[in-house]
């Protein structure tokens, strides 16, 4: 796995939001900027532009001078606090990006020789914070900004992109959108409430939670809960979930194979729980 830092933009004014504090807007429960740093948790820095705040997982803190001065000046000061040579650059506002987007941005910078890559959103749009970038074009193309015009303040990110050489990749559905209005936040919140994204986002949400890097196969886990609940009682698919998890905490082998394996062994048992009483 090509090793890549992250820089994080969770600053700016907020003007078509009244001035709230967007960063700290929740989307299913988490705050915008901890989704966005769950997305780039691969990253072996986190860098974030913006006033500082708790955080679900450790990040370097970072401000542009001056503060609100703007992306271009953002990317700036976070930059220098990166040490690889791939930086992912993603927006704080963004609810849908996830750890597979970013590692194609970084899969696809590496593949190749281009000095950044660029999500492309479903109309055309370049996404320039939604990218990947090598680490010492970027780093040129800044200074030879802020000596061309003397400042980065204010300055639009197209003036540093047109000046690279870019892979454009199309974006994952959702991963470049963002929340820049009440109503970019009620769409994201209704969203991820849809029957067919709920569970998986609830699952997400409770793993970010806890801490827990593990995958895996929920299909298995409401398949026990199932057979748990018809063969058993009702009130057995909760627990019976639960003695899963921890008997796979306690395996030796510990990994999807180890819920694989302990709800095997659970849902052998709640059919033959089953056959049992039906004989009966």
């Known amino acids: 796995m090509t090793r890549f ?87 704080g506002d963004l609810p849908f990006v996830d750890r597979s987007a970013v590692r194609q941005l970084v899969d696809t910078l590496t593949a190749g020789s281009s000095e950044a890559a660029l999500a492309v959103d479903a109309d055309g749009r370049d996404q320039p914070l939604v990218a990947a970038y090598r680490t010492e074009p970027l780093r040129r193309e800044i200074a030879l900004l802020a000596t061309e015009h003397g400042r980065l303040s204010g300055l639009p990110l197209r003036l540093l992109t047109q000046e690279l050489d870019l892979a454009r990749v199309p974006a994952q559905p959702l991963a470049a959108f963002d929340c820049d209005t009440w109503e970019d936040l009620a769409a994201a919140r ?12 609830w699952i997400t949400a409770v793993k970010a939670e806890l801490g827990i890097e593990l995958d895996v196969d929920t299909g298995v886990l409401l398949d026990l809960a199932r057979d748990a609940a018809h063969g058993v009682a009702r009130p057995a698919a909760p627990l019976t979930t639960f003695l899963v998890g921890y008997a796979a905490a306690k395996a030796e082998d510990d990994g999807p194979e180890a819920v694989a394996e302990a709800a095997r062994k659970a849902a052998a048992l709640a059919d033959r729980w089953a056959k049992e009483a039906d004989a009966g």
């Open 190 to 201: 209704a969203r991820i409430r849809e029957h067919g994204n709920v569970l998986d986002e």
């Open 5 to 91: 830092d992250a820089v994080v933009l969770a600053g700016g004014a907020a003007r078509r939001l009244g001035g709230a504090d967007k960063p700290a807007l929740s989307v299913g429960g988490r705050a915008l900027l901890d989704r966005v740093l769950d997305a780039c948790r691969d990253a072996g820095r986190a860098v974030v532009v913006g006033g500082r705040r708790p955080t679900v997982r450790p990040v370097v803190w970072a401000r542009e001078e001056p503060p609100g001065g703007g992306p271009l000046a953002a990317l700036a000061a976070g930059i220098r606090h990166v040490d690889a040579d791939a930086v992912v650059v993603l927006g």
